[in-house]
């Protein structure tokens, strides 16, 4: 009798993490590899759609996560200046009755910790980055990382981001278009509004630029906001790249009140310049596959490319379960074939940045549950 089938998972982030969970679910032996030293709290929000809470709910973690996030009652977007409803996206109840799960709003550090609490610390090695693959004849995968250690599993799951170093091994792809636009963007405790009241969860949409501002905790004691807006000079693209407040009130002058009190109290924030790339034609070679924003990094502006990780570790899991090794090439052509259609459309959704600006019919992307979703043959 074989072993269990050894998978190693390049990156510890949301894609990789929730992987590592699913895969362990059915009986493979994960090891993850993540470059960082340790994991750090980002001063980020994440909206967690309910098609991300479906899977999420399976790992275990549904009780963390709505103990620790916002349950907003909808996603409002209202007009940059009058404050005029376009569409509200109703949440609460009644959308979880709908979808199956309930849409959270989250810190992102709150999320990464309860991906992170599903899989057990011996099977993550922090300070690992990988800088060579090579893929053995006996159909194993050999792994090299940068402080000299070395690896070798059945198949290796690239979830390495958005610029993924084992895509550029694999496949001879350009490399990510920055967009013209950066997005500001930080949480800050709600207390700095002064007593201020603002709406729960809403997108203000203004003629070239917008702002998405919403609660991440439950008791409504931090907020969180992030920006698009063209700036076709700035292009590091880094959590930790700082932003100048002065002129982040500026590009939001004459914006509704809310916004202008949102960002009167803001303390500091931070400066991403938003990147995009056209659908992959390949995911997979041989025994190495590419999962989450390594194969179909999008705009931020659905708030689903986490969720889109997330529900591939789920599919993916489904298409290894019971597979040897000679079957895994097979499983992460299932992968792709099943998942790429859905990755594609949000890919392409996103990047027109019309999501719920008008009546919207979100169905299609809330209602998708990736434990039961049939296989591609
Ligand atoms: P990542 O989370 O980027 O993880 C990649 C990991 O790989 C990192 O930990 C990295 O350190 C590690 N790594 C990289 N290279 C190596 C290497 N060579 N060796 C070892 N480790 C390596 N999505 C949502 O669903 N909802 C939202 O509300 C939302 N809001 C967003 C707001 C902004 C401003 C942005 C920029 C994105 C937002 N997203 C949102 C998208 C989401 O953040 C990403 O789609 C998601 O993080 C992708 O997960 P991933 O695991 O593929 O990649």
Known sequence: MPGPLSIAIIGAGMGGLATAAALRRVGIDVTVYEQATQFARLGAGIQIGCNAMKVLRRLGLEDRLRGGSFYPRSWNNRDWSTGEVKFDMIFGESAEEKFGAPYLLAHRGDLHAALASAVPDECIRLGHRLTGLDQITDGSVRLVF??????????????????????????????????????????????????????????????????????????????????????????????????????????????????????????????????????????????????????????????????????????LSRCLDGAERDGVADAFRRFEATRKERTTRVQETSRANTWLRGRTNADWVYGYDAWTVPLAA
């Open 146 to 315: 940068a402080n000299g250690a070395t690896a070798t599993a059945d198949a290796v799951v690239a979830a390495d981001g958005v610029h993924s170093v084992v895509r550029d091994m694999l496949f001879a792809t350009a490399p990510v278009k920055f967009t013209g636009r950066i997005a500001y963007r930080t949480t800050y405790p709600a207390t700095l509004l002064g007593g201020e009241r603002i709406d729960d969860c809403t997108k203000w949409w203004g003629e070239d630029r917008h702002i998405v501002i919403y609660y991440v905790k439950p008791d409504r004691s931090e907020l969180y906001f992030v920006t698009s807006q063209p700036e076709p000079d700035f292009r590091i693209e880094s959590w930790s790249a700082k932003g100048d407040v002065g002129e982040l009130r500026k590009s939001f002058e004459g914006f509704h009140p809310q916004v202008g009190q949102v960002l009167a109290a803001c303390p500091d924030v931070h400066k991403w310049a938003i990147m995009d790339r056209d659908a992959l034609p390949r995911w997979a070679e041989g025994n190495v596959t590419l999962l989450g924003d390594a194969c179909h990094p999008m705009t931020p502006y659905m708030a689903q490319g986490a969720a889109m990780a997330i529900e591939d570790g789920a599919v």
